[in-house]
């Protein structure tokens, strides 16, 4: 399926409107699914410049910080990473667009430090560090990413792609589509890309949250099955 995005015209860099779109807009989390390309395609005014973001909903972290006690590394406790996106992908065509001014950024990571608070087992200070490392553990997941200069762009039409790991969240993700022009925002063209579970995960999800009790129960069945499989496996070989 695609999805056609579009505003109306606006002022700055010309009449025309911008256009998005997106291919796939769904995409289907099923058993095997081991992530996915998602590619995009759009029209801008001409001369001007354009910053794609996609994000996915905002949430909650905890994370255990680590320190040394009596000379072992281990958990000394817990910061809490307040109204995060679960994903977050940035994108431009020119590098500079996404160079913040003055300190303040629309868009990047800049922009996202402004939004996100640190919370628990942490010093005033320390909150630009962990905030860093943060976003070293969601690169790592490749669940977040900046790529100045990665929206290729021929006069006004511009095209790209990212990639959607196999740890997406499901839901629906926010994608918003910035015209800049002479360093000024003139038009966003706002979208949206839905991940949804399928197939098996679907249903233990649905049943974890539909049936908890249930879900439980077989949890413990399963385990057991797999520890007696375990064991005669093991078994039959320490008797070769």
């Known amino acids: 399926m695609v999805a056609a995005l579009a505003l109306g015209p606006s002022s700055g860099a010309g009449a025309a409107s911008s256009r998005l779109v997106l291919t796939p807009e769904t995409v289907?989390?099923?058993?095997?699914?081991?992530g996915t390309t998602v590619n995009f395609s759009g029209e801008i005014p001409a001369g001007a410049g354009a910053v794609l973001e996609v994000m996915g909903q905002a949430g909650d972290e905890h994370l255990m910080r680590r320190g040394r006690r009596g000379g072992l590394w281990m958990n000394v406790g817990e910061i809490d990473v307040l109204h995060?996106?679960?994903f977050y992908l940035v994108?431009?065509?020119?590098?500079?667009?996404?160079?913040?001014?003055?300190?303040?950024?629309?868009?990047?990571?800049?922009a996202l430090e402004e939004r996100v608070k640190l919370t628990g087992m942490i010093k005033a200070g320390?909150?630009?560090?962990?905030?860093?490392?943060?976003?070293?553990?969601?690169?790592q997941d490749?669940?977040?990413?900046?790529f100045?200069?990665?929206?290729?762009?021929a006069g006004g039409a511009i095209q790209g792609s990212f990639k959607l790991p196999a740890r997406a969240?499901?839901?629906?993700?926010?994608?918003?589509?910035?015209v800049v022009h002479q360093g000024r925002l003139v038009e966003e063209v706002p979208?949206?890309?839905t991940v949804k579970m399928v197939g098996f995960p679907a249903m233990l999800t649905a049943l974890a949250y539909e049936h908890g009790a249930l879900y439980g129960l077989l949890a413990v069945l399963i385990a057991i099955l797999a520890g007696f499989i375990m064991g005669f496996l093991f078994k039959g070989k320490a008797a070769h």
């Open 28 to 34: 289907e989390n099923g058993t095997f699914f081991e």
């Open 84 to 86: 995060a996106p679960a």
């Open 91 to 110: 994108l431009s065509t020119d590098a500079e667009i996404l160079a913040p001014s003055g300190g303040v950024s629309a868009w990047g990571y800049k």
């Open 126 to 139: 320390e909150e630009k560090e962990f905030f860093q490392q943060f976003l070293k553990l969601k690169e």
């Open 142 to 146: 490749g669940l977040y990413g900046t």
């Open 148 to 153: 100045p200069g990665a929206l290729k762009q």
């Open 169 to 178: 969240a499901s839901g629906t993700y926010r994608v918003r589509l910035s």
């Open 191 to 193: 979208g949206e890309l």
